[in-house]
């Protein structure tokens, strides 16, 4: 092979070599101060310093945004919210799976999200089907994400757990924002809006808003509902109460669902099919708890048309604690506590000096490399000129 | 499979090593072998109706070669043209066709009994069966002699880099390479893979970008007005044209890898200053075919004036409706068709103008007046294309100026703030680059640079894929024509 061929293919794979670097530097920058700040991730960190000193959760709520924002666990006394935007029961269904089967953390009683929205194919399609990988991944197996993601190969599904930097470029600019998070609370986050500030018109056409995202063109997904079944034989195999809560909702929101009905049904027909496959599982041990209609004339206490603020969160909290503590619950947990507190913190401060070392290291290896790379290059260049300069001389 | 995702990522450099490895002799049956592969990853049962219309054009070649008579010659000629535009036919118009003739028949009170297909239309049909019609039409000519290799003819039709969406390609241009030897050339195969590189940045930056706030707002036109429209409306001709030429720059790329050159598809077109230009300069494999086997044919421009634009207006018409059976798309072709009639109409009357308003004067702003004048032009047309029914464009068309604003803090656009910043910046970045080759040209202007500035920038193109793309493993539009 000519000389020059070998010369570009050394070239070629060392600029390979430094990009697969540059990316890994860049991956590990973004998985430990990009990552950190989005509110998933925040929520983790929050579990994970919640499990470090409790073995036990009287109270798991789960569900999307709707939960999120709904659950103040300072109101509800060993609760914890696992809520996160756009979560389906595919997710919830593998996170308690975590919580019970890897975490060893004993649980009480989950409180499941039942809103008009929560089993919308539009939380079961492409976007949204683990969309957080590069977090479930750590608890749940490529191989079932796959069972689930059925048009993404391993490879790509490995990708974009592993290297969830890639594609990810814009989100850099989080490390140069001012912007303040939001303040959480055991997986619950603040949030400001206030719905009633805005005019009826504007409060119409956000309800209608939510309506088309949900319903328009949307189905029940049986994908939601074969893991909410899953998430119920969970729960029951493992001895822990099961609570169905419907969040509040505006007036405006209210009525539009009501006179459309949801996916070609009416919500009474809707909340059959899903009491129905709850009883399967359950038979009659488990309860409804509806607090859709507690904020129709409270706008103030609204976010918008379906999340609550932090005034409502407060409300609604105190409520369901109220309302909780009069159902009579079994009480299959232990107060058994944990003493391996300070080994876990330390552990966290180990990883996070590794971390660190690593990225000196990495980073010190592409620029020695980079280095060497123009080294190279300019010595090719100076040996090419010199040639050039020799031959007619001789 | 996909040019965008990570299965071509593996396959490539596996064809290509195997390529340069194996000898002469082996490697159009390893190409062949990895083109069937290629176009099986998409729908496999459809390469029986690729190697049906292989088999049917390469017989067609052999007989028409072999045919005594010239009326012989016609006859297989005829045959060869019914078969693939039957194929294309069935496959593409016929729900349309019907679909329509239903409509006629309620308006007239017949029930007419309305029959619908319903399958995927083969991919890239459009683009091969213009391929092969190519093929017999030169050999008919006599300007190509009959490909006896059937291997070779099937490699001419299926060669992946080309096969579901071109540069359509002429026997002249492809059938000889693929009998020559290729060896490694690293300066070819680093053309190659920058060219690839270019592509891919059009493609998963830009264009793929792109696509999300234009299909938030095509899919739901009529929750919108003034600017979101004109915003995804001029986002969707960058979009297509990165999305096209994005592909057409990894495939010719891809192919000059290994050693074979296939024609230019794209001579940036929004620098056009006028719309014939633009057509000289947009998918210039179609549209130099649609001159050669169909507006020449048809009288071309050596006929009564009349008949000129007639010609040219049918000529864009199917044209249109070559890319998909809507009467969007027809309509769009139409546009273009008036476009040029009334260019060429008022061609001297423009010119006067431009004197009186003293123009003529100031060249440079002159071109710059045209090239957006064609560039809005072009646009407007794009709407048709782009819109789901005739009733959306129509909406969009008469919304594009009603209700503008700066503010689209409220409006649901499908792309982020964030994300619309890449977008600009890579549409200017990407506008930049164009400007530097239709000056000078890119690779002069980077040959000029020392070696480690080059190889930075090729770094930094990399890294800006990687980290910037949009990696949904989105179709390409062209694919669905």
């Known amino acids: ?394 | 499979m996909l040019f965008n995702s990570i299965e071509f990522l593996i396959f490539f450099p596996v064809v290509v090593l195997t390529y340069f490895l194996l000898p002469h002799k082996f490697r159009w049956f390893w190409l062949l072998s990895a083109s069937v592969y290629f176009y099986m990853r998409f729908i496999p049962i459809y390469i029986l109706v690729l190697f049906f219309l292989i088999a049917i054009d390469y017989t067609a070649g052999l007989m028409i070669s072999a045919a005594k008579t010239a009326s012989r010659k016609k006859l297989f000629l005829i045959m060869s043209l019914c078969a693939n535009i039957g194929i294309l036919s069935f496959f593409k118009y016929f729900n349309f066709f019907n679909l329509n003739i239903d409509k006629l028949a309620t308006l007239i009170g017949w029930n007419y009994p309305l029959v619908l297909l319903s399958f995927a239309l083969p991919i890239g049909l459009s683009f091969h069966t213009f391929q092969s019609i190519s093929y017999v039409i030169e050999v008919y000519k006599g300007n190509y002699k009959v490909e006896k290799n059937g291997g070779i003819y099937a490699l001419y039709v299926m060669f992946f880099p080309q096969l579901v969406a071109g540069p359509i390609e002429r026997p002249q241009n492809l059938l000889h390479q693929l009998h020559e030897k290729h060896d490694f050339d690293f300066q070819r195969v680093s053309n190659g893979l920058k060219l690839m590189l270019w592509g891919f940045f059009k493609k998963v930056v830009i264009a793929d970008r792109l696509a999300l706030l234009v299909n938030t707002i095509y899919a739901n036109p009529t929750n919108y007005t003034g600017t979101p429209l004109i915003l995804a409306t001029v986002f969707f001709a960058f979009q297509i044209y990165c999305d096209f030429s994005g592909y057409s720059d990894i495939a010719i790329g891809s192919a000059r890898v290994m050693g074979i050159n296939l024609m230019y598809n794209f001579r940036r077109p929004y620098f056009s200053k006028s719309i014939s230009e633009f057509w000289r300069r947009w998918h210039i494999s179609l549209s130099t075919w649609f001159r050669d086997y169909f507006y020449i044919p048809l009288g071309g421009s050596r006929v009564s004036l009349l008949r000129v634009y007639f010609n040219l207006f049918v000529t864009f018409l199917v044209s249109g409706l070559w890319h998909g059976a809507n009467w969007t798309f027809a309509v769009w072709g139409a546009f273009h068709g008036f476009y040029i009639m009334f260019g060429k109409a008022t061609y001297k009357f423009r010119k006067k103008l431009a004197d009186s308003y003293g123009l003529s004067k100031f060249p440079k702003l002159h071109t710059i007046l045209q090239i957006i004048i064609t560039f809005i032009l072009a646009d407007i047309a794009w709407i048709f294309f782009r819109a789901n029914t005739m009733s959306d464009a129509v909406y969009i068309l008469t919304h594009l100026l009603s209700g503008l604003t700066l503010n689209l803090s409220s409006v649901d656009l499908g792309l982020d703030n964030p994300e619309l910043v890449v977008a600009f910046v890579s549409i200017i970045f990407m506008e930049s680059v164009q400007f530097v080759q239709e000056r000078i040209g890119i690779m002069q202007f980077l040959s000029r640079k020392p070696a480690w500035l080059r190889w930075i920038i090729y770094l930094l193109l990399i890294l800006g894929i990687l980290l910037f793309g949009v990696f949904k493993g989105m179709s390409f539009i062209y694919f669905q024509f």
């Not at chain 1, 209210?254 to 399967?280: A, V």
């Open chain 1, 1 to 394: 092979m000519k000389k020059e061929n070998i010369k570009f293919m050394k070239r070629m794979v060392l600029l390979i070599v430094i990009i697969i670097l540059i990316i890994l530097i860049l991956n590990i920058i973004y998985t430990k101060y990009v990552l950190t700040k989005k509110n998933f991730y925040r929520k983790e960190i929050a579990y994970q310093n919640y499990i470090s000193n409790h073995s036990e959760i009287k109270y798991a709520f789960f569900g999307d945004s709707h939960t999120f924002h709904a659950i103040h666990p300072k109101f509800i006394s060993g609760a914890f919210n696992f809520g996160s935007g756009t979560e389906n029961y595919i997710k919830t269904y593998y996170l308690l799976e975590r919580i019970i089967n890897k975490d060893n953390i004993k649980v009480g009683t989950i409180v499941l999200q039942a809103d008009l929205e929560t089993f919308s194919t539009w939380l079961t399609n492409e976007p949204f089907l683990f969309n957080e990988i590069e977090l479930y991944s750590q608890f749940v197996p490529l191989s079932k994400i796959k069972e689930v993601r059925k048009k993404d190969s391993m490879i790509e599904l490995f990708i974009e757990a592993k290297l969830p930097v890639i594609g990810k470029g814009k989100e850099f600019g989080i490390l140069f924002s001012n912007e303040n998070l939001s303040e959480m609370y055991e997986g619950w986050i603040k949030n400001y809006n206030d719905f009633s500030n805005l005019t009826e018109t504007e409060r119409l056409n956000i309800a209608e808003d939510g309506y088309k995202v949900h319903f328009q063109n949307q189905q029940i997904s049986n994908l939601s509902i074969e893991y909410f079944i899953k998430t119920m034989e969970l729960a029951k195999k493992n001895n822990i109460n099961v609570i169905l809560v419907k969040y509040p909702i505006s007036k405006e929101y209210q009525d539009i669902t009501s006179q459309r009905g949801i996916y070609n049904i009416s919500k009474e027909e809707y909340y059959r099919i899903l009491f129905d496959n709850t009883e399967k599982v359950l038979g009659d041990n488990y309860y409804v708890l509806d607090y859709q209609n507690l904020f129709l004339n409270q706008p103030e206490d609204l976010g918008d048309t379906y999340h609550v603020n932090y005034k409502g969160a407060e409300i609604l909290s105190r409520k369901i604690y109220e309302d909780i503590t009069k159902l009579n619950l079994s009480s299959n947990s232990s107060s058994q506590q944990q003493n391996n507190v300070i080994t876990i913190d330390k552990n966290t401060i180990e990883s996070d000096k590794i971390n660190l070392i690593l990225v000196i290291f990495l980073t010190l290896e592409s620029i020695i490399l980079l280095g060497v790379l123009i080294y190279l290059m300019q010595k090719t260049k100076f040996n090419k000129s010199s040639k050039s300069f020799k031959t007619p001389s001789r």
